[in-house]
């Protein structure tokens, strides 16, 4: 399908360098749009000015949340290539997002060139500042104007992109994060592998609780047992005890994230023993007492990698590697981030030039 452009005749002023961008609060000129329509299939690709959308008051959407999303990042190199990390494995979760929730395939080929048309198009809004990049959320969503529990047959895809600084104001320092032993986000046979919008509404109570404490994140126990650990608010999460690396399995309730895919090969060819395994919080805290407990850390889009300096649990609070950022830690993110802008060899060919 050729995607069609309409540029806008009232280009928005671009941050001024220096200006503090924080973290989607500022969106570009132009925005992809692609329809789907029972019987017809995904039609009508096309960019146009970024600006409102109509939607009926009955859009499906609006009621039963029939919705998913992505989120990526572009990058401009010190060489001034543009770059996008891994975007197949973004199309390929979105696909998997959408068959749970009975929303259409998407030919994943033709969104990473949708994506790349888009971000060339609106190549002077990335960012030269150090960490800076430009933020792509790919979303679709049900517009159907019927109230009535089913899959919708009138869709939209659409692509936003923002101008974004660190997404922790602290940037690599490391977070504190609060273990949620009451509310529960996800369970196996549910949603939690899918990038839906009610995942994250389900987070919103504990991440509120969390915040009132003085915490950054939310690290989520399972839903049944209430005592394995599942992934931070926004992030996966890696616990170094006693050498060994462990990340919880993905067992359906969690998200699998590109970044932890990433960090675990890159952390394999290192010669890191990593192992995907269920790690209760009852564990962790036995290696946080012993002192086996070495580095814990998040990983994820918007923030590549998160040390964690305090996590607590109860009336314990764990602080891990005296509240710094570990060795394994620093050198994930200096590698994963020389590689997105392009500053160290990719030799796992992760990067797409735009």
């Known amino acids: 399908m050729e995607i069609k452009v309409e540029l806008t005749k009232n280009p928005k002023e671009k941050p001024a360098e220096g200006q503090a961008l924080g973290f989607g609060t500022i969106f570009t000129d132009h925005m ?5 329509d029972d019987g017809e299939g995904w039609n009508n690709p096309r960019i146009v000015p970024y600006a ?11 009621h039963y949340g029939q919705e998913v999303f992505e989120g990526m990042k572009a990058y401009r190199g010190d060489d ?7 975007p197949d494995r973004n199309m390929a979760r979105l696909n998997s997002s959408n068959d749970r929730l009975c929303i259409p395939l998407i030919d994943e080929d033709f969104a990473v060139e949708a994506i790349k048309k888009l971000v060339n198009l609106e190549k002077d809004w990335i960012p030269d500042a150090k960490d800076s990049s430009l933020y792509i959320r790919p979303f679709i969503f049900a517009v159907d104007p019927k109230l009535g529990v089913h899959p919708a ?5 659409m692509i936003i992109m923002s101008p974004v600084g660190a997404y922790y104001p602290q940037g690599i320092d490391p977070v504190s994060i609060y273990v949620e032993d009451k509310y529960v986000r996800a369970v196996r046979g549910g949603m939690g592998y899918v990038k839906t919008a009610g995942n994250y509404a389900s987070s919103l109570k504990a991440q509120s609780e969390a915040e009132k404490q003085n915490f950054t994140q939310v690290l989520w126990l399972d839903g049944v047992e209430r005592k394995y650990i599942e992934e ?4 996966n999460v890696f616990f170094k005890i006693d050498g060994e690396i462990i990340t919880p399995s993905l067992d359906g309730s969690t998200l699998p994230g590109v970044t932890r895919m990433s960090s675990i090969e890159l952390l394999r060819s290192w010669g890191h023993t990593v192992t995907e395994r269920k790690i209760s919080i009852d564990e962790v805290e036995e290696a946080a007492k012993s002192g086996k407990l070495e580095e814990a850390f998040g ?9 964690i300096g305090e996590l607590k649990y ?3 609070t764990m602080v891990i590697n005296n509240n710094l950022i570990g060795p394994v830690s620093q050198k994930l993110y200096d590698q994963l981030t020389g590689i997105q802008w392009g500053r160290v060899a990719d030799t796992f060919g992760w990067s797409v030039e735009v």
Request: some cysteine; glycine content about 10%; charged content about 10%.
């Open 32 to 36: 992809f749009i692609m329809n789907y």
């Open 52 to 62: 409102p959308i109509t939607l009926d008051p009955s859009a499906m959407c609006l």
């Open 80 to 86: 001034g290539r543009v770059l996008l990390f891994r």
């Open 153 to 157: 047959k009138h869709l939209l895809f």
């Open 232 to 235: 931070v608010g926004t992030m």
């Open 299 to 307: 990983t994820g889009t918007a923030a590549v990698i998160s040390p």
């Open 314 to 316: 109860g009336d314990y």
